[in-house]
């Protein structure tokens, strides 16, 4: 539970191992999630070049179907980098930068499955239904995707802080 501190900051009391071991737990929850998700995409991608219609595809969608084949590995790879992170420096004193890089490789791994989305998407929408309507589609689900993982968030943090600033003193003047 949050809580405010002695010195007036809002926040947990904990130390900076505490405070590192549990955002690397809360971390390893968020990509359970998300690696789940890649690996049934990614699997299911691998299997359409072994499927009787993937010869009838135009050279445009096979160039967007090995894209999104690569973009679907490069996401798998960079979302179980936390694990290899975490597995290759456990003992050596150095969770704390763990987590950060552990961190920074998640928000890749978002960016990228982002991509993923979008490209396979595409492929399937272009075989559905006609080029320009498929990339309309495909351009809507990018942005409610950016919204949901991005945006939302960004706001939330923003919107967060500007009630932790003061309203009044030296930095700023009371409103008439």
Do not use: N
């Amino acid at each position: 539970m949050e809580q405010v501190r002695a010195s007036g900051r809002r926040g947990r009391d904990e130390t900076e191992e505490e405070r590192a071991d549990r955002r690397f737990g809360d971390l390893l929850q968020e990509l359970r999630v998300a690696q789940t998700g890649v690996q049934i995409l990614f699997g299911f991608l691998l299997t359409v070049a072994f499927q009787p219609r993937f010869t009838e595809l135009s050279g445009t969608d096979r160039t967007i179907y090995t894209v999104t084949v690569l973009l679907g590995a490069a996401t798998t790879g960079v979302l179980v980098g936390p694990v290899s992170f975490h597995r290759m420096l456990t003992g050596r004193r150095l969770k704390p930068q763990t987590v950060a890089w552990a961190s920074r490789l998640t928000m890749l791994g978002l960016v990228l499955l982002l991509c993923t989305m979008g490209s396979a998407l595409l492929l399937i929408l272009r075989v559905v239904v006609d080029d320009a309507h498929a990339a309309w589609l495909v351009g809507g689900m990018v942005a409610w995707f950016v919204l949901c993982w991005f945006v939302l968030p960004v706001w939330t943090r923003a919107k967060e802080r500007a009630k932790e600033l003061p309203t009044e003193g030296p930095e700023r003047r009371p409103e008439h």
